[in-house]
T-cell receptor, first 113, second 115 residues
């Protein structure tokens, strides 16, 4: 059973602070990792993808991957109230069914003005 | 990315009826999937829609309850059959686009409420 674990939150940060969202996964052979943002009443929207160990930056967002620790994180710098949403970690595995995404339950982020 | 259109976007359905959701993509697609998101929950894969053949269902989902068609590369339908209140959920079409580096994108979702 492939599992993806996230803290459900809510995670509250003040406006302008750094929000740190964490995710662990069970399938050591996983190759692709994604962060989606989901606003209430909307469908998931892709924010970042990461495939190699290390950091990947895109604007205010940085994804970090450590395959040895089976850990992926998302940092949001200069957090804005518009960043308030649920953030879903998703992992694409290895072997049979490797085209499928396994989702965590999501972390609800609240940015306080 | 691409435009992934789902219809209907929202519906209220009577218990025991069936509803078909359509998904149309405006770009070349390699894979199409159907997900369900129950209230307050994360996403669960229902099935992979295969062009011209039977869909591949995940554990807990069966063809009689969730028949799926994919007559061509860019169009698929999901039917939710004999609905009960437990089927109240968001149903999401998702696709892997050709040349997207195996990234999966979602349609806007179909919000179903069964009464």
């Amino acid at each position: 059973q492939k599992e993806v674990e996230q803290n459900s939150g809510p995670l509250s940060v003040p406006e302008g602070a750094i929000a740190s969202l964490n995710c662990t996964y069970s399938d050591r052979g996983s190759q692709s990792f994604f962060w989606y943002r989901q606003y209430s009443g909307k469908s998931p929207e892709l924010i970042m993808s990461i495939y190699s160990n290390g950091d990947k930056e895109d604007g205010r967002f940085t994804a970090q991957l450590n395959k040895a620790s089976q850990y992926v994180s998302l940092l949001i710098r200069d957090s804005q109230p518009s960043d308030s949403a649920t953030y879903l970690c998703a992992v694409k595995g290895s072997g049979a069914g490797s085209y499928q995404l396994t989702f965590g339950k999501g972390t609800k982020l609240s940015v306080i003005p | 990315s691409a435009v992934i259109s789902q219809k209907p976007s929202r519906d209220i359905c009577q218990r025991g009826t069936s509803l078909t959701i359509q998904c149309q993509v405006d770009s070349q697609v390699t894979m199409m999937f159907w997900y369900r998101q129950q209230p307050g929950q994360s996403l669960t894969l229902i099935a992979t829609a295969n062009q011209g053949s039977e869909a591949t269902y995940e554990s807990g989902f069966v063809i009689d309850k969730f028949p799926i068609s994919r007559p061509n590369l860019t169009f698929s339908t999901l039917t939710v059959s004999n609905m009960s209140p437990e089927d109240s959920s968001i149903y999401l079409c998702s696709v892997e686009l050709r040349g997207s580096g195996n990234t999966i994108y979602f349609g806007e979702g179909s919000w179903l409420t069964v009464v």
